[in-house]
């Protein structure tokens, strides 16, 4: 790693995934951005999804298991009866995203903390999403003009990198930062990564998130709902980074 640090990349894990997870799928990305001379976080969604679900069918409350996947994490849930049901996920619809508050508090309390020339965020699926939110957050802050980073830690976040995300549907002010929604484009540099071959959150989705911001990037892969880990990739991202701390400079 450089003598010097150029920032940290805040990691946001995926819906069902936790930090362990993310981690272990990023470790080369992680290892080239080390090596460029910024630090990579990974925060953990603080709500715990449960391993199993009632339904009822035909009048009867059957239980149904959600997969064997423990410590299976959430930045927000789209129910509040049923916690595991993310049949929601890609409705274009207004809702409320249920816990958003407890997450978006826990990220305020990492940036209070962090420190460096740049702060960047990267969010995969819900993690992208959930980026979604803090670049609105973000970018109002930086509207705002706030010369006191400790009074807005979210002006700290300089930049956002989005992997197969979706627009945020959150309908309501965003958590205690008197923050309500706005129809603007953000005012916030982003690189919006998603796959040719995507089922889960398909290209379309990616698409409309990259315009909800000001001159978006776009890096788009021939895989699937993952995060790649080739060289190209690795290379954008760098390079994304370091135009950002650039601009900062």
């Not at 989005?162 to 309500?180: I, K, V």
């Not at 911001?213 to 995060?227: C, M």
């Amino acid at each position: 790693m450089s003598a010097t640090k150029k920032g940290t990349v805040i990691f946001l894990h995926g819906w069902a995934q936790n930090a362990y997870v993310m981690k272990s799928r990023t470790a080369k990305l992680e290892k080239k951005i080390n090596q460029a001379g910024y630090d990579v976080v990974y925060l953990e969604a603080p709500h715990l999804l449960p391993m199993t679900s009632t339904v009822e069918i035909d009048g009867k409350e059957i239980q149904i298991t959600n997969g064997q996947r423990e410590n299976a994490k959430a930045w927000f849930v789209y129910s509040s009866v049923d916690r595991a049901d993310a049949s929601m996920a890609l409705e274009e619809t207004p809702m409320e995203y249920v816990g958003l508050d407890a997450s978006i508090d826990q990220v305020k309390e990492y940036l209070m903390q962090c420190d460096g020339n740049l702060c960047a965020i990267l969010g995969f699926s819900q993690g992208a999403t959930f980026g979604h939110i803090l670049s609105e957050l973000a970018s109002t802050a930086k509207q705002k003009r706030h010369a006191n980073l400790e009074a807005n830690p979210f002006a700290k976040i300089q930049c956002a990198i989005l992997l197969s995300g979706f627009p945020s549907m959150h309908n309501g002010p965003l958590s205690n930062t008197n923050t309500e929604r706005a129809n603007n484009k953000l005012d916030l540099k982003s690189l919006h990564i998603y796959g040719g071959k995507d089922t889960s959150v398909p290209k379309s989705y990616g698409k409309k998130l990259a315009n909800c911001f000001d001159n978006p990037e776009i890096y788009l892969h021939g895989k699937g709902h993952v995060i790649p880990h080739n060289n190209a990739l690795c290379e954008r991202v760098l390079g994304f980074l370091d135009s950002a701390l650039n601009e900062e400079s």
